[in-house]
């Protein structure tokens, strides 16, 4: 009897012993993610899992959907008769640009120099290019890649506003600003 209860005794010590050592290895096994590979040198090293990868990729094309609708909603930089220097309104909206643009290296910019209807198609043209200069400048001072923007005039052939009055004039001299993913 006594040879039995010595026995049991080391079975439910056995018990308990393999319980602590299995609650306790679980409680400390770290969590690894992803999967093992050998390295080009032979030495093993962690790579993120498809799962992983997949999140990110999702998580990068979600980002640059919201860039690219905050890039549409870039605002226009009006002019004066006849004038390509900037107001201080459009030095305010170009360095909104320039932040957003800065943040978001990974877009390009056209700009687009526009006039009213007045002047001639050669003086409307080459004021459109100044605009469209003007704005680059300004983007370019305030640390924006030059090589992320390119400029275009169309003169008075896109008017914004098909008006011919003063307010429809002054809403059609504009610097216009179309932001796409760089290629």
Known sequence: MKRRLTIMGTIFVLILGLSVIFVTGCAKKEVVKGEMVATEKGTAAIQPSEA??????????????????????????NFDLDKFNLKPRGREILRQHADWLLEYQDFSVVIEGHCDERGTNEYNLALGERRAASAMEYLVNLGVDKKRLTTISYGEELPLD??????????????????????
């Open 162 to 183: 098909p008006r011919h009055n003063e307010e429809g004039w002054a809403r059609n001299r504009r610097a216009h600003f179309v932001v796409t993913p760089k290629r």
């Open 52 to 77: 992983e990868l997949q999140k990110e990729r999702e998580a990068a094309l979600k980002k640059k959907a919201l860039a690219e609708r905050e890039a549409s909603r870039f605002e226009d930089v």
